[in-house]
């Protein structure tokens, strides 16, 4: 059985596709500030976290003057397309509440909405904003010398804002499991990048190598790792690469366990010289963190998907993929098409932020696809969240279960307390209290 997560997901990670131009500009609003204390997180055996000194964290939340009745809206005062921009790079920052205030200073006028978080690390960012104000602060960025060869990646927001809000924060983790201890900026501890056409040749050599023996005739052998979770993969992944059994990353464990407490480890007694390990996730950021931790584990060859499948899908389209892009905002899930070269122009175009604003519609295989109730086919790449606000879980359902369970996950939420409407289309929940007083609350059961 498919074990979906609880909808609240406090993991931020890149959710790209790189489209036009890196090179573009960006503009804002007015923020609420607040500041309070968070409990770092570290691993303290291997993929697990214990709680490590206090570290003070900054945020910053953004009053967008286009709020509509669900925080969301289409389009600026000029009427100009969404989009949604992903980044992050591990370099070190000397000050970074100083360079928050920076940020704050630069972001404070701009139509933005995100996650941007900052620390002694780096950076890591997800936001979504009409173009000119979402390009205004990649360009800007770019402008200090340790981000002026960033990579970029950038999607169609399709209804407007992709984020509520935006946080700019002081974090002391970059991503979600404590990854502060990790060596992370030193680019040795860090798997070797591979462009996604080397990528593409990697996956083709393996695939040849499985069809004649489970080693290359050199006596290597390779792995394919996603280093995703596993609802994730469930609407899509490469060819060949085993369903993650977690749901949130800190639970990651691939080579850190011996053989009794994780049979299905793909990492046991494999030789750690000799071995390929092939990573890959939505944009980059949690192979580059994790494949630190098993360069301390001893393993030798750790190559990871440069930019993530994101950037993959815009530089070499479908091969060896199958299905949609899961990723960590209100749009849930992108098809390749909107990462191929059809739906963006190439930089320099002066149509490239449009086409960046339209998602094609194009054939997707959704054959591998089921529904997490009844295990049939779903033909829609989309999970939405169980209608028992209590439950909230995250699921792939097909039509006739989501008529059936009213929206719910399974029997028992349909007769929960906390009931909220059967969502259709491509939407998600709202606040609790738009459905409190309901008549979905107040009508029988039926």
């Known amino acids: ?69 669900n925080g969301y809206a289409k389009f600026d005062d000029e009427g100009e397309d969404f989009i949604v921009v992903n980044f992050y790079r591990f370099v070190s920052i000397g000050d970074p509440e100083a360079e928050i205030e920076k940020h704050f200073s630069f972001l404070k006028d701009l139509n933005i909405r995100g996650r941007i978080y900052l620390n002694e690390q780096g950076i890591n960012a997800q936001y979504s904003g009409p173009s000119k104000d979402a390009l205004a602060y990649v360009e800007w960025l770019k402008g200090d010398e340790r981000f002026s060869d960033l990579l970029v990646q950038m999607s169609p927001a399709i209804n407007g804002h992709a984020f509520p809000k935006l946080k700019l924060q002081n974090k002391p983790s970059l991503y979600e499991g404590g990854i502060s201890h990790l060596p992370l900026l030193d680019p040795p501890m860090r798997a070797k990048p591979l462009e996604p056409s080397e990528w593409k040749r990697k996956l083709k050599d393996l695939t040849d190598d499985d069809e004649a023996s489970p080693s290359s005739s050199s006596g290597r052998s390779c792995i394919l790792l996603d280093v995703r979770n596993g609802y994730e993969w469930d609407v899509g992944h490469f060819r060949g690469a085993r369903r993650p059994e977690v749901d949130c990353f800190r639970n990651t464990s691939f080579g ?167 969502l259709h289309g491509v939407k998600r929940y709202e606040k609790w209290h738009v459905y409190r007083d309901s008549e979905v609350q107040t009508a029988p059961l039926v």
């Open 256 to 422: 850190l366990s011996d053989e009794k407490e994780a049979p299905s480890d793909p990492l046991i007694n494999v030789d750690k010289e000799k071995t390929d390990i092939l990573m890959y996730c939505t944009g980059g950021i949690r192979c580059d963190v994790y494949s630190t931790v098993l360069r301390q584990r001893g393993f030798k060859n750790l190559y990871t998907l440069k930019g993530g499948v994101s950037h993959y899908l815009e530089e070499e389209g479908t091969a060896e993929w199958v299905g949609n892009l899961f990723v960590f905002d209100s749009r849930l899930s992108l098809p390749p098409a909107a990462y191929s070269d059809k739906a963006v122009d190439k930089p320099g175009s002066d149509n490239a932020v449009d086409k960046a604003g339209r998602t094609p519609q194009t054939p997707v295989d959704t054959s591998f696809a089921k529904c997490y109730i009844c295990d049939s086919q779903v033909q829609e790449l989309r999970h939405r969240n169980c209608a028992n606000l209590d439950c909230n879980r995250l699921f792939l359902c097909c039509a006739e279960c989501v008529v059936d369970l009213k929206g719910c996950c399974c029997s028992n939420c349909i007769t929960a307390p906390r009931l909220r409407p059967v």
């Open 1 to 69: 059985m498919r074990v979906s997560p609880a909808a609240t997901l406090s993991v931020s990670l890149t959710i790209p596709l790189p489209i036009a131009s890196t090179k573009a500009r960006f503009s804002g609003d007015h923020f609420r500030f607040k500041q309070y204390l968070l409990n770092n997180q570290i691993f303290s055996r291997p993929g697990r976290l214990v709680s490590e000194k206090p570290s003070r964290r900054w945020t910053f939340s953004c009053k967008c003057r286009n709020r509509g009745r």
